[in-house]
């Protein structure tokens, strides 16, 4: 029997690994049953409060990956309203928005928004804000 004419399937769990070693006719297709078998493996759990011992690591790799996500829709918000020339297109100019007493408060932006017309930078300002 040569290694061409059998297959290795694989059923990956949560706990345990099932294998079959299949035999493959000069088709291809299934020819009979080599072997197969089931590993195993025991939970591992804290006994004191019988939760996972990997939650925290889970939790944690969660987090990393909210934030991320979070930081790429904020770019790509910043990148479309640059775009939109509704934000500077450079960064220096964008810090010098955001920091400039009278357009850096976005929620003083959005009140005077109620009245009167905003400039295309301010309203760029508050998509920002709604957006991030």
């Keep these: 029997m040569s290694a061409e004419s059998l297959a290795l399937g694989l059923d990956l769990?949560?706990?345990?690994?099932?294998?079959?070693?299949?035999?493959?006719?000069?088709?291809?297709?299934p020819a009979g049953l080599v072997d197969c078998g089931v590993r195993v493996f025991p939970e591992v759990v804290?006994?004191?409060?019988?939760?996972p011992?990997?939650?925290?690591?889970?939790r944690a790799r969660a987090q990393r990956r909210q934030v991320q996500r979070r930081a790429k829709r904020?770019?790509?918000?910043l990148v479309k309203l640059a775009e939109f020339q509704l934000l500077p297109?450079?960064?220096?100019?964008?810090l010098r928005l955001f920091t400039a007493p009278d357009v850096s408060d976005p929620y003083l932006l959005r009140k005077i928004a109620l009245e009167e017309e905003?400039?295309?930078?301010e309203l760029g300002r508050v998509f920002y804000h709604l957006g991030a």
């Excluded at 769990?13 to 297709?29: E, F, M, N, R």
């Excluded at 905003?118 to 930078?121: G, K, P, T, V």
Aim: aromatic share 4%; net charge positive.
């Design 89 to 94: 297109a450079t960064e220096v100019e964008r």
């Design 74 to 77: 904020k770019h790509n918000l």
């Design 118 to 121: 905003l400039a295309l930078y």
């Design 46 to 51: 804290d006994k004191k409060t019988q939760t």
């Design 13 to 29: 769990g949560s706990s345990s690994i099932g294998w079959a070693l299949i035999k493959l006719d000069s088709k291809g297709d």
């Design 53 to 58: 011992l990997n939650q925290a690591r889970r």
